[in-house]
T-cell receptor
Framework: NAGVTQTPKFRVLKTGQSMTLLCAQD?????MYWYRQDPGMGLRLIHY???????AKGEVPDGYNVSRLKKQNFLLGLESAAPSQTSVYFC????????????FGQGTRLTVV | GEDVEQSLFLSVREGDSSVINCTYT??????LYWYKQEPGAGLQLLTY?????DMKQDQRLTVLLNKKDKHLSLRIADTQTGDSAIYFC?????????????FGSGTRLSIRP
């Protein structure tokens, strides 16, 4: 049982390049989330999804897009990367509304130069 | 608005108790959480408490909630080197339409021999 898997684990991008981060969960969870973690700022919610085919904006959505075409996958896209998007990105999933059983992936460290 | 605050660092001697403190502003919180993040890993739910409880104990962990002062604490008894990690306090407001979690900035716990 893999839980929540993020790919890639590391990536370096040049300013203006695009990329997609993939999150996959095998627990049949309805809810999925993308967070970014920056030093001294905790985790900030970028986008989330409450089910297949749905997405919603979180606290810091600008510069990112997401898609949830399949229940088990939640993709985070950067259309034109900027140095301010250098961060560690975490995906998480949970069965439903209450987060007592939220599971996190191991993170993707992204550097934009 | 919603805010969760923690001190950034805590250093304790091995075998002593660690107390990590957190304050929050949202009086409508339903769940309050403690997550643990080990180096290079995602967050793992350590424990949680409902907002109608004052205390929760789980082996070496004791969570205390003071609703009047909006103060949450995590006590780790007999602190071990394996407890070295970043500890995040988090809350879920009751009105959240999805499982929106608000995280603090994290407290880095280091253990002295």
């Amino acid at each position: 049982n893999a839980g929540v898997t993020q790919t890639p684990k590391f990536r370096v991008l040049k300013t203006g390049q695009s990329m997609t981060l993939l999150c996959a969960q095998d627990m049949n969870h309805e809810y999925m989330y993308w967070y970014r973690q920056d030093p001294g700022m905790g985790l900030r919610l970028i986008h989330y999804s409450v089910g297949e085919g749905t997405t919603a904006k979180g606290e810091v959505p600008d510069g990112y897009n997401v898609s949830r075409l399949k229940k088990q996958n939640f993709l985070l896209g950067l259309e034109s990367a900027a140095p301010s998007q250098t961060s560690v990105y975490f995906c998480a999933s949970s069965p439903g509304r209450m987060n007592t059983e939220a599971f996190f992936g191991q993170g993707t460290r992204l550097t934009v130069v | 608005g919603e805010d969760v605050e923690q001190s950034l660092f805590l250093s304790v001697r091995e075998g002593d108790s660690s107390v990590i403190n957190c304050t929050y502003t949202d009086s409508s919180s339903t769940y309050l959480y403690w997550y643990k993040q080990e180096p290079g890993a995602g967050l793992q739910l350590l424990t949680y408490i409902f907002s109608n409880m004052d205390m929760k104990q789980d082996q070496r962990l004791t969570v205390l909630l003071n609703k009047k002062d909006k103060h949450l604490s995590l006590r780790i008894a007999d602190t071990q080197t394996g407890d070295s990690a970043i500890y995040f306090c988090a809350e879920t407001p009751w009105y959240s339409s999805a499982s929106k979690i608000i995280f603090g900035s994290g407290t880095r716990l280091s253990i002295r021999p």
